[in-house]
């Protein structure tokens, strides 16, 4: 029985390693450029090519790729900025430091520290 669950221990650990190297893979390569390559796939199928008039430039796909990407790319970085300065962010960081016990304890704790920080750092 002890072999058993030594067996299904290694499984579940080695598992779980793979598990967590495919969920960063994915996530962070392959997941964007796939969602730019279906964006720019879908307005160009849907959109574009649906246009009676349309500009030479947008006849070719390749060509297209380029100018979505010039407007999609500055787009999507100007949002993210954004929402991260005066969007949802800061008030979702909140929200988790608020529900998250550990989070809570771990901020009240660094709040603490950068205090302490503050006060050795003053001119007496």
């Known amino acids: 029985m002890k072999r058993v669950k030594r067996i299904l221990r290694k499984l579940f650990d080695t598992l779980s390693v793979v598990r967590f190297y495919f969920v960063r893979g994915h996530g962070i390569y392959l997941a964007m450029p796939l969602s730019l390559l279906n964006c720019s796939l879908l307005v160009y199928n849907f959109l574009i090519k649906k246009m009676v008039v349309r500009p030479a430039i947008l006849d070719n796909y390749i060509s297209f790729v380029f100018l979505f990407l010039l407007v999609f790319v500055p787009l999507a970085y100007f949002l993210g900025l954004f929402?991260?300065?005066?969007?949802?962010?800061?008030?979702?960081?909140?929200?988790?430091?608020?529900?998250n016990p550990i989070y809570k304890t771990m901020y009240s704790k660094l709040d603490t520290i950068i205090e302490?920080?503050?006060?050795?750092?003053?001119?007496s």
């Open 83 to 99: 929402d991260y300065h005066k969007g949802m962010y800061q008030r979702e960081q909140e929200e988790t430091i608020k529900l």
């Open 116 to 123: 302490q920080t503050k006060e050795k750092d003053e001119p």
